[in-house]
């Protein structure tokens, strides 16, 4: 009788043991999921001294759930001015001007599927010509494009269409520059994933007028 006690308490302790090891492996995978962290200030070598006083003193690390990671730090303030651009999502934009910049730590792609080495960027906004050549791109005209950080000194000049081209084709090493996709905003600080593109929203203070709600997308290419 004793034996059968010490057995059955054994057994407990094995089935007991082997619940643990199996919540070790299972809740990491319940667990996994976009994550949104305040991070501190840029503090890259490349940065120019420029870029590092025109960004917020935090930045926002994004995580999502198969270790795709980015690490942002926006305008501050981001610059506003009312433009006249049809179906524009971000109106209050301007072409060319200083958005963000951002890290890769393990380099990512843009819309287009072109690879963004892993590495510090620039994000400036263009609202996408709506001519023969860009019609049908993305069911939204507004992109940021990446430029190799060391390159772009300046954060107060807003770039014309084609030197910002050029300085972005540099990210991707081809003729075409590296788009980052924007959509509508969401809930700031979260990142929303559905069937379509996943989505990081922020809200970034704008000189004197309310925060302006950004939504960027950090996964999701064009369908062509």
Same mark, same amino acid.
């Given at each position: 009788?004793?034996?059968?006690?010490?057995?059955?308490?054994?057994?407990?302790? $094995?089935?007991?043991?082997?619940?643990?090891?199996?919540?070790?492996?299972?809740?990491? +995978?319940?667990?996994?999921? *976009? #994550?949104?962290?305040? +991070? /501190? !200030?840029?503090?890259?070598?490349?940065?120019?001294?420029? %870029?590092?006083?025109?960004?917020?003193?935090? /930045?926002?690390?994004?995580?999502?759930?198969?270790?795709?990671?980015?690490?942002?730090?926006?305008?501050?303030?981001?610059?506003?001015?009312?433009?006249?651009? !049809?179906? &524009?999502?971000?109106?209050?934009?301007?072409?060319?001007?200083?958005?963000?910049?951002? =890290?890769?730590?393990?380099?990512?792609?843009?819309?287009?599927?072109?690879? +963004? @080495?892993?590495?510090?960027?620039?994000?400036?906004?263009?609202?996408?010509?709506?001519?023969? =050549?860009?019609?049908?791109?993305?069911?939204?005209?507004?992109?940021?494009? #990446? +430029? *190799?950080?060391?390159?772009? &000194?300046?954060?107060?000049?807003?770039?014309?269409?084609? @030197?910002?081209?050029?300085?972005?084709?540099?990210?991707?090493?081809?003729?075409? *520059?590296?788009?980052?996709?924007?959509?509508? #905003?969401?809930?700031?600080?979260?990142?929303?994933?559905?069937?379509?593109?996943?989505?990081?929203? $922020?809200?970034? !203070?704008?000189?004197?007028?309310?925060?302006?709600?950004?939504? %960027?997308?950090?996964?999701?290419?064009?369908?062509?």
């Amino acid at each position: 009788m004793h034996r059968v006690v010490r057995l059955t308490r054994r057994s407990c302790l $094995v089935l007991i043991t082997s619940c643990w090891l199996l919540a070790g492996w299972v809740a990491p +995978i319940y667990a996994a999921g *976009p #994550a949104v962290e305040r +991070i /501190g !200030p840029l503090a890259a070598a490349s940065a120019p001294d420029d %870029i590092k006083k025109a960004v917020e003193d935090k /930045g926002y690390r994004v995580t999502l759930d198969d270790g795709w990671t980015a690490e942002f730090w926006f305008a501050h303030p981001l610059v506003t001015a009312h433009k006249d651009a !049809p179906s &524009a999502l971000y109106p209050d934009l301007t072409n060319g001007e200083f958005v963000a910049a951002v =890290n890769y730590p393990k380099g990512t792609s843009d819309y287009r599927g072109q690879t +963004i @080495p892993a590495g510090f960027y620039t994000l400036r906004y263009q609202y996408l010509p709506q001519d023969a =050549n860009h019609m049908g791109v993305s069911p939204n005209p507004d992109f940021l494009l #990446a +430029i *190799p950080i060391a390159a772009d &000194a300046n954060p107060g000049d807003n770039l014309a269409f084609r @030197p910002l081209v050029k300085l972005s084709a540099k990210t991707t090493g081809t003729a075409h *520059p590296a788009v980052i996709a924007l959509a509508p #905003a969401g809930d700031p600080g979260a990142v929303a994933q559905s069937e379509g593109p996943t989505v990081f929203s $922020v809200a970034v !203070p704008a000189g004197g007028s309310s925060p302006e709600k950004i939504g %960027i997308v950090v996964k999701g290419q064009a369908t062509q």
